[in-house]
């Protein structure tokens, strides 16, 4: 079983930018599909970015596209979200999810692993 520990949130003006980091711990991460979620208050908990290693691709929700990269390094056991041009509505708890098999969907439903997250605030 791998664990997950989010880190990077903070408060940052519009236009600014963030990276947050997912370090997984227990197994090695690339084993898992790996994707970041947030959740507003009041809202859902969305998914924003997923990462599959055996298919080599990433995965993005419309509204970040462009302005979020997610990415890992498998020999520190990290997965990244490079947050760029971040807006009021980024605003947050984002959340580090793993599943197997080494596909990424994007339903909270799919994830048995989870990280505590990190919240990340936007002023304008």
């Known amino acids: 079983q791998v664990q997950l520990v989010e880190s990077g949130g903070g408060s940052v003006q519009a236009g600014g930018s963030l990276r947050l980091s997912c370090a997984a711990s227990?197994?090695?991460?690339?084993?898992?599909?790996m994707a970041w979620f947030r959740q507003a208050p009041g809202k859902e908990r969305q998914f924003v970015a997923g990462?599959?290693?055996?298919?080599?691709?990433?995965t993005y929700t419309d509204s970040v596209k462009g302005r979020f990269t997610i990415s890992g390094d498998p020999a520190q056991n990290t997965v990244y979200l490079q947050m760029n041009s971040l807006k009021p509505e980024d605003t947050a708890v984002y959340y580090c999810?793993?599943?197997?098999?080494?596909?990424?969907?994007?339903?909270?439903?799919?994830?048995?692993?989870w990280g505590q997250g990190t919240q990340v605030t936007v002023s304008s």
């Open positions: 999810a793993a599943r197997r098999p080494l596909i990424v969907l994007a339903v909270t439903s799919a994830y048995d692993i």
């Open positions: 227990g197994r090695t991460f690339t084993t898992y599909a």
């Open positions: 990462i599959s290693w055996s298919h080599s691709s990433t």
